[in-house]
Each structure stands twice: as C-alpha cells, then as structure tokens.
C-alpha cells in the first residue's frame, strides 16, 4: 500500500479520534461567544426502514431522532436557536446562536414541526416553488431512485448528477424523460414528495417557521442569464408571497452556487439575507440595509456528537466521517 492509500485509509480515522479528545479541550479555550452556526438539512425519515426504501437519495438525509440529537447537543452547550428574522433585532451579546434551515421543499420535513414544537425552536424551510406546484418530485430524486432500482452504483449515479448540474432545469428535464419516461417526475410516497400548497400554507401560519425563496425551478443560477436569475427568483418570490401572504426576506442558492451576478440581482430584489453553502461560522453581522450572505454547515448523517466539535472549531468535515469513497456531491 503506498503512504497515500494509507493516508487516504487511516487518516479521516485518526483525525476523528484525536479530534474527540482534543477538541473538547481545545473549545475550553476558544471564545465562541457571538459565534452564529447555521446547518443546512434535507429530508428527514421517520425511521432508518424509510431510507431503505431508496425513494430520495440519501446523502444529505438524516432521521428524526437525529434531529432531536443534534437539537440536544446545542441546548446542552447553552446555544441560542434563532430564525433569520431575529438577526433584526437586538440580540444580546455574547451568547452563542444556531439556526436550522431546511433546502427543497419536501413534505417528509414535516416531521420537523412537532419536533420544533416541543423544544420551541425555529426553523427556516427554503422552497423550490415549481415542485410544490406541480407536485413533482426533485430531479436528483428521479436520478436516484430510478438507478438504484436497476442496482447502478452509487458512483455512477453521482457522476450522472454532477454532470446534469451543468445545465437549466428545461434541459434536465427533458434528459429525465428522454430516460425515465413522462410521469417520472411523479412522486412514490410521502417520503420523496413536496409539500403542497395548501399545506405550505398552513405550515407558514406557524411563528416557529419562517419560509426562504429557493427559486423557482432549484435553478444552479450560476448556469443562467441574468434576466433568467432574476425571473427565476421573482417567480418563487410572487408565489410564496401569494401563499404564505407575506414576503420572504430570505433566499438559498440552489446547489450553493452564485456569483457577483447572482448577489446583485439577490440585492435589487430586496432581500435581506442569502444562505451559501460556504463552511464556516458566522459572526452575528451588523445589520445594515444591504443584502448580508450567510455561510452553512452541511447537517451530516452521523450524529452530532461526532462532527459537532469540528464545525465549532470552524472545520468542515464533511467527506472526513462519510463512508462514500467517491468525490462528495451534495444537493442542496
Ligand atoms: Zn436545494
């Protein structure tokens, strides 16, 4: 075995080990006051039998009771839960705060509410509205459940998803029927379909929600023009304020992808906060009347106590616990 392999072999393990003994000693030490950590989720099951099912892809899911998990872990180090509404207001100071946000849509998050209920918590759900409308299932769903009923592995459905990424929506679309036929967009179960509208509704009565704009079509916005970014954004925009009956202040970029483009259209369309995909703590920011983007850890399939430590301490982690050998993708 070359020193590579074996880096490549033992290495995420060591660091994983020592990062459990000395992260907690090394975090005695480090001021984390005003520290604003905020996690991006997906799907949510209800039990481990629902991810065997295969009807969403699993990278980015994690189950019910490992949300309670990772709510648990900040509760238990005195972390202040937020929503992006509070960052308005005044927040006292040296506190440290958490925000969960869910990417997509689907209804299976859901199981989020009773969750955020009994701890009364908030939680921010970022809508991909083109998908709540026509009740269809998301695209890298469709990839995903049609090739792994056909026993495809796991690294050529990524590659498939990481090269569908280059294009608009129309064009993956129509690859998705070319190969899966026309009602393949349809949803299995409750577990890879949307929310609905009426139930959209009725979830953004709800003071521990606040709903974000994910644009229309889960547009990679990087991929389109620029009267396409803006149409892409302003028709999530009239439809989640058509639904819920107030403006979200809040967008998410599909797949983490913008540029300075996408920033100034984000600008002039009024809002207020853009949530990356960028690794990193945030400091509480100071609210000015420009357009504040916020960076993501990426919510992981372990549990929280495992990578938890590492995210505070501003490290990523996210291909150090994962047991998939082939380059990460992630479809936020
Ligand atoms: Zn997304």
Redesign the pocket.
């Known amino acids: 075995m070359t020193i590579k392999k074996r880096i490549n072999k033992w290495g995420p393990m060591v660091i994983d080990k020592l990062g459990f003994i000395l992260n907690p000693i090394i975090l005695k030490f480090n001021n984390e006051n005003n520290h604003l950590l905020i996690y991006c989720f997906?799907g949510l099951y209800e039990s481990v039998a629902q991810k065997d099912l295969n009807h969403i892809d699993p990278q980015n899911n994690i189950t019910v009771s490992q949300l309670i998990e990772f709510i648990d872990y900040f509760l238990n180090l005195k972390f202040i839960f937020i929503k992006p509404e509070d960052l308005l207001g005044e927040l006292k100071k040296n506190q440290t705060y958490v925000m969960i946000t869910f990417?997509?849509g689907y209804f299976n998050n859901s199981l989020a509410i009773d969750v955020i209920s009994k701890f009364k918590i908030p939680i921010v759900f970022?809508i991909?509205t083109r998908n709540v409308c026509e009740n269809k299932s998301f695209w890298w769903d469709v990839i995903y459940k049609y090739r792994s009923q056909k026993q495809v592995s796991l690294e050529k459905i990524y590659n498939e998803l990481a090269h569908l990424k280059q294009f608009k929506y129309p064009e993956i679309e129509k690859y998705l029927v070319q190969n899966f036929g026309t009602i393949c967009e349809n949803p299995w179960s409750d577990i890879d379909r949307p929310f609905n509208s009426e139930e959209l509704k009725y979830i953004s009565e709800n003071d521990y929600i606040s709903i974000g704009n994910?644009t229309h079509n889960?547009a990679i916005l990087t991929n389109y023009s620029n009267q396409e970014i803006k149409e892409e954004i302003e028709e999530s925009q009239k439809i989640l304020t058509e639904l819920t009956g107030s403006e979200p202040i809040t967008i998410?970029f599909?797949?983490g992808n913008f540029n300075s483009s996408v920033l100034n259209i984000t600008k002039q369309a009024g809002f207020r906060f853009a949530f990356t995909t960028k690794y990193n703590i945030n400091t509480i920011p100071q609210i000015n009347n420009n357009l504040i983007t916020l960076n993501r850890f990426m919510a992981q399939t372990n549990n929280i106590q495992k990578y938890g430590s590492f995210n505070r301490l501003n490290y990523n982690g996210v291909s150090l616990f994962s047991n998939i050998k082939h380059k990460i993708i992630s479809?936020?």
Do not use: E, I, Q, S
Request: charged fraction near 15%; hydrophobic fraction near 25%.
């Open positions: 997906h990417d997509d970022f991909t994910h889960h998410a599909p797949n479809n936020v």
